[in-house]
Structures are given as C-alpha cells and as structure tokens.
C-alpha cells in the first residue's frame, strides 16, 4: 500500500539504526524538529515498536525495515520511500557497530572475521545505503547525508599523544570510522556540482549499548545529547560538505 502525504514542503529524513541508542535519539530529534522522520531497521517488529514509541510522542514518523548489510533489503527500503515520498532530504548513516567492545582478544588484535563485519556494516553498509538512495537525495532541493563516525577514527588524535583518544586501540573499528570518513571526503567531492552535502559527524561518549553498558560511568553524554550534534549537522539547508565535527566544532581526520 502506498501512503499518500504531502510532497510539498515537510522535509523528510531517514535514520538508520533507529529502533534503540543515538539513531532512535536523533529521530526524535529530527521528529520534535517538525522533520518527518523514517525509522530504520533491520528488525520489522523493532522499526514498529520505535516507530509507535515516537509516534505517542507526536513525532510524524514511519517504520522502515532496512538492513543495512543486505543490498535487497536497501534497494526495496529505497523503492519504498520513493512510492512513498517521492525524495529524501536527509539521509543520516547512523547503524554501526563494535564487535570489538566484547570480543576483542588483545594477543590476536587482526581478527579477520571481526574485521570484516565491522567494515560490513561500518563501512560498505554506508557505502550501499547511499548509493542506493541517492536519487531520491538528489530529488531534494538540499540533500544531506550525515554520516556518524567517531573521533576513534581520527588518524590525528590517534597520533597525537596528548589527545585522549590516544591510548584507545580497537583496530576493526578505528580503520572503519576512518574509512567512513575518507567516504565522507571523497562522496561529497564526487557530488560538488549537486545540491546533496555529505558530512562525518562525531556524537561524543554516548551512554548506549555501544558506548559500553558496563562502563556508563565513563560514557558521559546521554543520547539525546548527542543526538543533538548529528541534528546540528543534518538540519540546516546550506552549510558546508565535506567536514567532520564533533560537539566543539571541526575535528581533524
Ligand atoms: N555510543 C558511542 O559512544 C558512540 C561514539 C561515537 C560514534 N558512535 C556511533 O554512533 C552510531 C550509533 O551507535 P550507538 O551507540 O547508538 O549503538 P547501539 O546502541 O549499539 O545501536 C546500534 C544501532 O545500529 C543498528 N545496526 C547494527 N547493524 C545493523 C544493520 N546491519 N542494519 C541495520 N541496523 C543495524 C542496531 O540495530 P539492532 O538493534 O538490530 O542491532 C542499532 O539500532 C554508530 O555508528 C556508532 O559507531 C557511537
């Protein structure tokens, strides 16, 4: 079935890995903003159930089962929001993960496996969801593209020994938050001559499964929080590509 809306003015924006921790944040974010806002995920029932959850709270929103690691299930997302939409203003490239918090074995740090599933998702996950919505984000009168990276990612503060980051070696998920960044640089050049901005931001130590549920004491920023920077990012209709920032502003690669 297809939902009739009005294609007129309302932006419209896609979150994926929405159903719990930042994604479903800043959906609400982006919802409580007056954005209407599709729900990713790769679990139907979960989509719904965060979907119902936002929509108690007023927020103009629709469930989309998107599984970010499976081209079939991203080229029917895509088939979906078009029939539905007709364009996607803002994409936001928040699904990820960090196999290494909980599996990590230190005397073996090139765990091929891990590897491979953290960039699957981390990074050709991206890759692909942007690929395939990119001619609805170019339909837009101002597409976005938000990617969430980390300053885990950043070559510089890893080489940089006053840096805080320094001392953190997850090596799965640092090479993929940095090559999701060197996609950050090389998608929006690629799009220089269209309308569609493609950023990398960092959110900060959230408080969510991946921040460390054994470790909230460290993790000091609430989703919602850092929900706030990704939003920060994805809102404005000008603004620049190319960039990564974090909460203080611009972070070096
Ligand atoms: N938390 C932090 O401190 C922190 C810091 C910097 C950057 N980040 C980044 O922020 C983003 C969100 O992280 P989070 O802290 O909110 O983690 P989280 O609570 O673990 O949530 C991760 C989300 O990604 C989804 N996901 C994983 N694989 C997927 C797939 N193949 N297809 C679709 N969805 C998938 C999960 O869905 P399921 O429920 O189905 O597993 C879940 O919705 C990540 O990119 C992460 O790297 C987090």
């Given at each position: 079935m297809t939902i009739t809306h009005d294609r007129?003015?309302?932006?419209?924006?896609?979150?994926?890995?929405?159903?719990?921790?930042?994604?479903?944040?800043?959906?609400?974010?982006?919802?409580?903003?007056?954005?209407?806002?599709?729900?990713g995920a790769r679990n139907a029932a979960k989509a719904e159930i965060a979907a119902a959850r936002l929509r108690?709270?007023?927020?103009?929103?629709?469930?989309?089962?998107?599984?970010?690691?499976?081209?079939?299930?991203?080229a029917a997302a895509a088939e979906r929001?078009?029939?539905?939409h007709g364009r996607?203003?803002?994409?936001?490239?928040n699904a990820g993960i960090l196999p290494e918090a909980t599996t990590a074995d230190a005397a073996q740090p090139l765990d091929l496996d891990l590897f491979r599933r953290t960039?699957?998702?981390?990074?050709?996950?991206?890759?692909?969801?942007?690929?395939?919505?990119?001619?609805l984000l170019t339909d837009s009168e101002a597409g976005r593209i938000v990617n969430v990276s980390s300053r885990m990612g950043s070559l510089a503060d890893q080489l940089d020994p006053s840096s805080p980051y320094a001392g953190m070696v997850v090596p799965a998920y640092q090479t993929s938050k940095?090559?999701?960044?060197?996609?950050?640089?090389?998608?929006?050049?690629?799009?220089?001559?269209?309308?569609?901005?493609?950023?990398?931001?960092?959110?900060?130590?959230?408080?969510?499964?991946?921040?460390g549920p054994d470790n909230r004491a460290?993790?000091?920023?609430?989703?919602?929080e850092a929900a706030r920077t990704v939003v920060d990012m994805a809102l404005p209709t000008e603004?620049?590509?190319?960039?990564?920032?974090d909460l203080d502003g611009v972070v070096p690669w």
């Open positions: 007129s003015t309302k932006t419209i924006a896609l979150v994926t890995g929405a159903n719990r921790g930042l994604g479903l944040a800043t959906a609400q974010l982006l919802g409580e903003a007056g954005t209407t806002v599709l729900l108690d709270r007023g927020i103009d929103c629709w469930p989309l089962t998107l599984d970010v690691e499976s081209e079939l299930s991203i929001v078009r029939l539905d996607l203003d803002i994409l936001i490239n960039f699957d998702t981390n990074v050709f996950g991206v890759a692909a969801v942007s690929q395939a919505f990119l001619p940095a090559a999701l960044n060197g996609l950050t640089i090389a998608l929006s050049k690629s799009l220089s001559g269209t309308s569609v901005r493609v950023n990398s931001v960092c959110p900060g130590w959230v408080q969510t499964d991946l921040g460290a993790a000091p920023m609430k989703a919602d603004g620049p590509t190319g960039t990564f920032v």
